[in-house]
């Protein structure tokens, strides 16, 4: 099952607050997630679920005939999956892709790269560009190791993966690889190639070198 973990949007995009305001942020948010979405309902895997109570993301799950496995606590990715993690250990679901919601450049082939690479019991990681984060993690079965989400997660994660023993896949995919944190990353959105939903919303805005802000 891919798993997709959604705070509040409302609140989305802590890191660009010096350059957008919160509803340009929120609105870019749920263009990544629809982007992200997209290309997941194209992969092939059909069992998806996004761990969340964002309303937006509820909604956007059900345009996409996607699972909702609600998100109580609202405290964070980890806790998200932890959570998630336990629902399909329980449902009998024998593999986890756990992947964020602000990857708009994500490709339906890269997942299915993902899955390819899945060893029969042990993991698959995707770093992210800075390779400081992870990105994407597969694995099998769905709780071989718990994920800790961070600036600087792909290291621990790699240690955790290798301490079970089991096959570890690294694939590095320069469509999972771009998530959004910095003015950086969304110059890097708008100039690469593509028409995704959040592209053509960062091309509307004026960048400049500082970046001006956005709406404020």
């Known amino acids: 099952m891919i798993l997709i973990p959604v705070k509040n949007l409302a609140k989305a995009k802590q890191r660009l607050a010096s350059i957008l305001d919160q ?13 992200v979405l997209h290309a997941v309902r194209q992969c092939r895997c059909k069992e998806v679920a996004l761990v969340t109570e964002d309303p937006f993301a509820v909604e956007l ?6 699972q909702v496995i609600p998100d109580h606590t609202n405290s964070g990715e980890t ?3 932890a959570a998630a993690t336990r629902f399909c250990e ?13 990857i708009p450049l994500t490709q339906a082939s ?8 899945a060893p029969a019991t042990g993991s698959v990681l995707v770093p992210a560009g800075d390779g400081r984060g992870t ?24 240690a955790a993966a290798r301490a079970t ?24 959105l708008a100039i ?8 053509q919303l960062v091309r509307q805005w004026d960048w400049s070198d500082p970046p001006l802000a956005v709406n404020q």
């Open 192 to 199: 690469a190639p593509g028409e995704t939903r959040s592209q």
């Open 135 to 158: 990105n994407a993690v597969l694995r099998r079965p769905a709780g071989l190791f718990p994920l800790r989400f961070g600036n600087d997660s792909f290291q621990p994660h790699l």
């Open 90 to 102: 329980s449902s009998g679901i024998e593999s986890t892709l756990v992947i964020p919601g602000d």
């Open 165 to 188: 023993q089991q096959a570890c896949v690294v694939v590095s995919l320069p469509g999972i690889a771009l998530d959004i944190d910095h003015a950086s990353d969304l110059r890097q």
């Open 61 to 66: 799950a059900r345009h996409f005939n996607f």
């Open 23 to 35: 509803p340009t942020r929120t609105e870019l948010a749920q263009a990544m997630l629809f982007d």
């Open 79 to 81: 806790d998200a999956i």
């Open 110 to 117: 890269e997942l299915d790269q993902i899955l390819e690479a």
